[in-house]
Nanobody, 121 residues
Framework: QVQLVESGGGLVQPGGSLRLSCAASGSFFSINDMGWYRQAPGKERELVAVIDIGRNTNYADSVKGRFTISRDYHRNTVYLQMNSLKAEDTAVYSC???????????????WGQGTQVTVSS
């Protein structure tokens, strides 16, 4: 069974940094996109950043210049480096990946369980 396992969340002061990691484990053929979404209390889930198989990236306007998404293709892991964190970055951050189980199969989206990021003094 394929799983996405996240780590790296926690409590940080405004202006601080955190690095989130998400590793795909299990048996699969390939991974296309990997990315991060977040959902704050009372708000809808929003895209934070995504990176595709060609290393092309896309960021939410609210995190551009502060967050960096990267990917280790050999370890099937995606990272989110978050700098200059603000209180409004407080949310549950969830990793997602578009996977193909076997060659020729249709891709499907897999989600991690989420990790809490709290920015507070």
């Amino acid at each position: 069974q394929v799983q996405l396992v996240e780590s790296g969340g926690g409590l940080v002061q405004p202006g601080g940094s955190l690095r989130l990691s998400c590793a795909a484990s299990g048996s699969f053929f390939s991974i296309n996109d990997m990315g991060w979404y977040r959902q704050a209390p009372g708000k809808e889930r929003e895209l934070v950043a995504v990176i595709d198989i060609g290393r092309n990236t896309n960021y939410a306007d609210s995190v551009k210049g502060r967050f960096t998404i990267s990917r280790d293709y050999h370890r099937n892991t995606v990272y989110l480096q978050m700098n200059s964190l603000k209180a409004e970055d407080t949310a549950v951050y969830s990793c997602t990946a578009t996977l193909i189980n076997v060659s020729g199969a249709s891709p499907y989206d897999l989600w991690g369980q989420g990790t809490q990021v709290t920015v507070s003094s």
